[in-house]
């Protein structure tokens, strides 16, 4: 099974609204990630959790805050965002980055299309 | 620093075609990995192949075949027999050892249409 998946699929918030956005995946991978994608354009790297800890932030702005629960979830929470922040936010995950894992594919989720008015 | 170059920003085949999607990369790692990814107009980034800096070996999935040079860095792919549903937005990656090997880089994609 190689199946990631997000909720919800479409989220429309105001500027001055706060929310979440979840991933779930179960095939066993430590690594997880969120990209944000506008249009046209490649898939951007957020942040990258790592045996659940936070190992890379992308310089990200603190109006995004990345949590991970446990080894198969992971949130992003949103607050007092943007217009310009509207995008597909994509979940991945991969095996890991310990010595044998690196390079692993990574394995996405469908996104969740954002819009903030 | 990391770079992958897609020079071809659209190419529209009539089904039944081949057609090659080209990829160049850049990197100073000795050790690095590269992928192909394939998004359809419904969003999801779907994997499609992986290669290490090691394994300069060709290879083919179907109609499906991928062309790794390091002489050239370079990491092609080949669609045979083109069909409708291979329309979608395809995208090469690269990820290096010095950023633990997950940090992908992306190419800025190529959007290939197959027309009847």
């Known amino acids: 099974d190689t199946e990631v998946t997000q909720t919800p699929k479409h989220l429309v918030m105001g500027m001055t609204n706060k929310k979440s956005l979840k991933c779930e995946q179960h095939?066993?991978?430590?690594?997880m990630y969120w990209y944000k994608q506008k249009a046209k354009k490649p898939p951007e790297l957020m942040f990258v959790?790592?045996?659940?800890?936070?190992?890379i932030n992308e310089s990200v702005p603190s109006r995004f805050s990345p949590e991970c629960p446990n080894s198969s979830l992971l949130n992003l929470h949103l607050h007092a965002l943007q217009p310009e922040d509207s995008a597909l936010y994509l979940c991945?995950?991969?095996?890991?980055?310990?010595?044998?894992?690196?390079?692993?594919?990574?394995?996405f989720g469908p996104g969740t299309r954002l819009t903030v008015t | 620093a990391q770079k992958v170059t897609q020079a071809q920003t659209e190419i529209s085949v009539v089904e039944k075609e081949d057609v090659t999607l080209d990829c160049v990369y850049e990197?100073?790692?000795?050790?690095?990995?590269l992928f192909w990814y394939k998004q359809p107009p419904s969003g999801e980034l779907v994997f499609l192949i992986r290669?290490?800096?090691?394994?300069?070996q060709n290879e083919i999935s179907g109609r499906y075949s991928w062309n790794f040079q390091k002489s050239t860095s370079s990491f092609n792919f080949t669609i045979t027999a083109s069909q409708v549903v291979d329309s979608a937005v395809y995208f090469c990656?690269?990820?290096?050892?010095?950023?633990?090997?997950?940090?992908?880089?992306f190419g800025t994609g190529t959007q290939l249409k197959v027309e009847l």
């Open positions: 990656a690269l990820s290096g050892i010095t950023g633990g090997g997950n940090k992908l880089t």
């Open positions: 290669r290490n800096s090691f394994d300069e």
């Open positions: 095939m066993g991978h430590r690594a």
């Open positions: 991945a995950s991969s095996q890991g980055a310990s010595r044998g894992d690196r390079g692993s594919e990574q394995y």
């Open positions: 959790y790592s045996y659940e800890k936070l190992s």
């Open positions: 990197t100073r790692d000795t050790t690095y990995y």
